[in-house]
């Protein structure tokens, strides 16, 4: 069965204090990797997608990587307006086109 | 109007009700689907529809009835409900509904069975 595990469930920083959010995967085939962020009463919005090991993208604060069993999102010197549920998702082998979604990390940025 | 939109944001209903929630899409994309978030819980895929056509089905109960009248449009029927039924549904669209494929999410309905 298809799994994905983000750690940790809440991380609280300080404005400006880099850390990493981690999402562990089992999947048969993965076909990719998604981050999404959302906001208290909205949807998920797309923040990156990655396809094989080895493989980074970077967008403003934010950087993800990927290894052949999890992928970290890296925020560099965050900002309050950084605060958001962060998701990881996987696109599993086989012909299924649904993703599997983590729990999230809920993520607060203090001024 | 762009992105997608869903309506209504709240919904309050009993277990004998009746309702329907509506999702519009003005990306010009083929594929829709709708998914279920529940407190604790990751997201759950409960419909796809690309083209018009129900692509997948993940054993959602019966009391959920999707609709796709075309490509912009998608209902979700519901009656007789249950309480573990309240959650928050989001519909989202993408291109081609071909799997891989970057999803936009609209803002959900916020559902409550009482």
């Known amino acids: 069965e298809d799994q994905v595990t983000q750690s940790p469930e809440a991380l609280r920083l300080q404005e400006g204090e880099s850390s990493s959010l981690n999402c562990s995967y089992t999947?048969?085939?993965?076909?990719?990797l998604f981050w999404y962020r959302q906001d208290p009463g909205k949807g998920p919005e797309f923040l990156f997608t990655l396809y094989s090991a080895g493989e980074e993208k970077e967008k403003e604060r934010l950087k993800a990587t990927l290894t052949k069993k999890e992928s970290f999102l890296h925020i560099t010197a965050p900002k309050p307006e950084d605060s958001a549920t962060y998701l990881c998702?996987?696109?599993?082998?086989?012909?299924?086109?649904?993703?599997?979604f983590g729990k999230g990390t809920h993520l607060i940025i203090q001024p | 109007e762009t992105g997608v939109t869903q309506t209504p944001r709240h919904l309050v209903m009993g277990m004998t009700n009746k309702k329907s929630l509506k999702c519009e899409q003005h990306l010009g994309h083929n594929a829709m689907y709708w998914y279920k978030q529940s407190a604790k819980k990751p997201l759950e895929l409960m419909f796809v529809y690309s083209l018009e056509e129900r692509v997948e089905n993940n054993s959602v109960p019966s009391r959920f009835s999707p609709e796709c009248p075309n490509s912009s449009h998608l209902f979700l029927h519901l009656h007789t409900l249950q309480p573990e039924d309240s959650a928050l549904y989001l519909c989202?669209?993408?291109?081609?509904?071909?799997?891989?494929?970057?999803?936009?999410f609209g803002s959900g309905t916020q559902l409550s069975v009482l």
């Open positions: 998702a996987v696109l599993p082998g086989g012909g299924a086109d649904g993703l599997t």
């Open positions: 989202a669209s993408s291109q081609t509904g071909t799997g891989g494929e970057k999803l936009f």
């Open positions: 999947v048969s085939g993965l076909r990719g």
